[in-house]
T-cell receptor
Framework: AQKVTQAQTEISVVEKEDVTLDCVYE???????LFWYKQPPSGELVFLIR??????QNEISGRYSWNFQKSTSSFNFTITASQVVDSAVYFC?????????????FGTGTRLQVTL | NAGVTQTPKFRVLKTGQSMTLLCAQD?????MYWYRQDPGMGLRLIHY???????AKGEVPDGYNVSRLKKQNFLLGLESAAPSQTSVYFC????????????????FGPGTRLTVL
């Protein structure tokens, strides 16, 4: 069975600090996809990134960066120079392989609080 | 495009009452999903559909039924609501599988907050 673990329940940082959100996953599949979603206080789920299991290149998008390491089954998310608007709950998710219904298994989320 | 919309946004039910949550998407997506979000548990899949007229059970299907009579709509029904069904319900949709077997991203609606007294 697939499993996603986000061990950090809550993180508090001061604005402009860098912060890394951890995500560890378990799967027996060789082909899979990993996702990060953001849930701001307004409650909607916002897609941030999708990464497939064959692409281990790190990705950077503005202040956001993602580090995917198959050797440790991790897909960590770093926010550089955090801002108050980054305050949200962040979810890591793992999809089933192609040929299925692309169902997502979510972690329990990490609540990030950025203060001035 | 409105994306994924959900009706209603909030609802309070008494134990034993029934209701239907409506999800609509205007992106011509094949796949649709219903999740529930509970504190400390992330999102869990209730039911899903890989096309018009098809439905299947997810991780926590008990107490819920679904229907996908039209491609753009996915209905979630509670026949006899229980306090354990107090939750935030999210609908999502995606293209599903691309020609190359690429899994598409799921896009979520704004959620429905349901309280069962």
């Amino acid at each position: 069975a697939q499993k996603v673990t986000q061990a950090q329940t809550e993180i508090s940082v001061v604005e402009k600090e860098d912060v890394t959100l951890d995500c560890v996953y378990e799967t027996r599949d060789t082909t899979y996809y990993l996702f990060w979603y953001k849930q701001p206080p307004s409650g909607e789920l916002v897609f941030l990134i999708r990464r497939n299991s064959f692409d281990e290149q790190n990705e950077i998008s503005g202040r956001y960066s993602w580090n995917f390491q198959k050797s440790t089954s991790s897909f960590n998310f770093t926010i550089t120079a955090s801002q108050v608007v980054d305050s949200a709950v962040y979810f890591c998710a793992l999809s089933e392989p192609p040929g299925t219904a692309s169902k997502l298994t979510f972690g329990t989320g990490t609540r990030l609080q950025v203060t001035l | 495009n409105a994306g994924v919309t959900q009706t209603p946004k909030f609802r309070v039910l008494k134990t034993g009452q029934s209701m239907t949550l409506l999800c609509a998407q205007d992106m011509n997506h094949e796949y649709m999903y219903w999740y529930r979000q509970d504190p400390g548990m992330g999102l869990r899949l209730i039911h899903y559909s890989v096309g018009e007229g098809t439905t299947a059970k997810g991780e926590v299907p008990d107490g819920y039924n679904v229907s996908r009579l039209k491609k753009q709509n996915f209905l979630l029904g509670l026949e006899s609501a229980a306090p354990s069904q107090t939750s935030v319900y999210f609908c999502a949709s995606s293209y599903g599988m691309g020609l190359a077997g690429v899994i598409d991203t799921q896009y979520f609606g704004p959620g429905t907050r349901l309280t069962v007294l």
